[in-house]
T-cell receptor
Framework: AQKITQTQPGMFVQEKEAVTLDCTYD???????LFWYKQPSSGEMIFLIY??????QNATEGRYSLNFQKARKSANLVISASQLGDSAMYFC??????????????FGTGTRLTVIP | DVKVTQSSRYLVKRTGEKVFLECVQD?????MFWYRQDPGLGLRLIYF???????EKGDIPEGYSVSREKKERFSLILESASTNQTSMYLC??????????????FGPGTRLTVT
């Protein structure tokens, strides 16, 4: 089974509008972390935001917020006031605890966001 | 700033060649990772290392090996390159967990083409 599912291959949003990128996850581990990364056309993966499974509050980082619904196993990324520079691929990822302490990241297939002027 | 560097941005190799992809991080991170990225498949873990000389297989280790002789350097080796190994290769590093989930920091990627 896929550990991370991103069902939107592509999304369009008007500049200055808000957009939600969907992410659902699958784990039986009570302790895990959820991450969102942005990958512009240059190729580098940029860390955006993190949510721990035990965190009570939804994470926020500037214009990024994470809508964490634990019972539904969803961790949607909300980008407010979209800018042209937000056009990129966005990946949702999850880390589970493992014996090595490396805690591998499992990635979704990504959503390509295009911001329209 | 955390910096992860990869030896090449673009690489073209012939089938059967031995290929070395180098990754260096400057933040004293214990963990290092190699991923390959293909359209529609996201990032898939090839190998990771949680300490010098320690390595673990990821989801798709076949056809690859790794080496970590120094903490800051993690090398990915394609013993005999094949065309199905044409891909974008991303290196990442992170702190050892200690019970926490730290983000991974990524290098710029190496786009490898095997002809």
């Amino acid at each position: 089974a896929q550990k991370i599912t991103q069902t939107q291959p592509g999304m369009f949003v008007q500049e200055k509008e808000a957009v939600t990128l969907d992410c659902t996850y699958d784990t039986s581990d009570p302790s895990y972390g959820l991450f969102w990364y942005k990958q512009p056309s240059s190729g580098e993966m940029i860390f955006l935001i993190y949510q721990g499974s035990y965190d009570q509050q939804n994470a926020t980082e500037g214009r990024y917020s994470l809508n964490f619904q634990k019972a539904r196993k969803s961790a949607n990324l909300v980008i407010s006031a979209s800018q042209l520079g937000d056009s990129a691929m966005y990946f949702c990822a999850m880390r589970e605890a493992d014996q090595t302490g490396a805690n591998n990241l499992f990635f979704g297939t990504g959503t390509r966001l295009t911001v329209i002027p | 700033d955390v910096k992860v560097t990869q030896s090449s941005r673009y690489l073209v190799k012939r089938t059967g060649e031995k290929v070395f992809l180098e990754c260096v991080q400057d933040m004293d991170h214990e963990n290092m990772f190699w991923y390959r990225q293909d359209p529609g498949l996201g990032l898939r873990l090839i190998y990771f290392s949680y300490d010098v000389k320690m390595k673990e297989k990821g989801d798709i280790p076949e056809g690859y090996s790794v080496s970590r002789e120094k903490k800051e350097r993690f090398s990915l080796i394609l013993e005999s390159a094949s065309t199905n190994q044409t891909s974008m290769y991303l290196c990442a590093s992170s702190l050892w967990s200690g019970g926490r989930f730290y983000e991974q920091y990524f290098g710029p990627g190496t786009r490898l083409t095997v002809t």
